[in-house]
């Protein structure tokens, strides 16, 4: 094979499994701040870890096997929370809009028409942080328990 | 899929980090293909084909149901 002087190292290669561990407790610390609110420095900073470790275990191509196949994995379970978030609004986009045929039918005009829409569907934020927290879980987990044919 | 590496590793003497070095892949890599928690892509089966000097077949072995 030819002697390629960019390619990483052993060393280099083991460090990377690393990565996402900082990512997954920074993005535990993000949905904490999220939720209780640590505060400006603590948001920032997890923020920049976060967005740092995802950057680079993403678009880094130069891992080895074991590594892209457990990012694969890691693929997976964050498009999936994206993909659950927005079919639920989906759901509940139908449900508001049976609610408003029925307020409609009985009362014979429209109802409140915000009153229908949860705050959280329109919360990008928090779906950059779920997502996140999926990927990041996804990782380990198949670190843990292995990645099968990936 | 089952495999042969910590057999074929140890009859050499090599360490997993040695293994890992001629194969260019972390020792992560090769301690899980070892455990069974990964099965390698076609090329890394390829390069560990060649590294042991033997027919893919022989190291990698498909479970029965």
Redesign the interface.
């Known amino acids: ?1 030819a002697y390629d002087p960019t ?1 990483p190292s ?1 060393e280099e ?2 460090h ?2 690393v990565l996402p561990w900082i990512g997954l407790a920074a993005n535990g610390v993000l949905l904490a701040d999220y939720t209780i609110g640590f505060g400006q420095g603590v948001d920032t900073a997890s923020l920049a870890i976060t967005g740092a470790m995802i950057f680079v275990t993403v678009f880094a191509h130069r891992y ?6 457990l990012r694969n994995v890691a693929l997976r379970w964050g498009m999936a929370v994206i993909a659950l978030y927005l079919f639920a609004g989906a759901v509940m986009g139908f449900l508001n809009g049976g609610n408003i045929l029925g307020y409609w039918a009985a009362a014979g005009d429209l109802p409140d028409l915000a009153r229908g829409n949860p705050g959280f569907m329109a919360d990008g934020y928090l779906l950059a942080i779920l997502s996140g927290l999926a990927y990041h879980l996804g990782f380990a987990v198949r670190r843990i ?6 | ?1 089952k495999n042969r590496l910590k057999v074929l590793r140890a009859e050499r003497d090599w360490s997993q ?1 040695e293994l ?2 001629r194969l ?6 090769v301690n ?2 070892e ?7 076609l ?2 089966a390829f390069k560990i084909s060649r590294v042991f000097d033997m027919p893919i077949e022989t190291i990698f072995l498909e479970e029965e149901d």
Do not use: C, E
């Open positions: 094979m390619a052993q290669q083991s990377a499994y080895d096997d074991y590594f892209n196949g328990r292995g990645t099968g044919s990936a | 899929m980090a890992a070095g260019d892949v972390s020792r992560q890599a899980a293909i455990t069974g928690k990964h099965d390698p892509s090329g890394l």
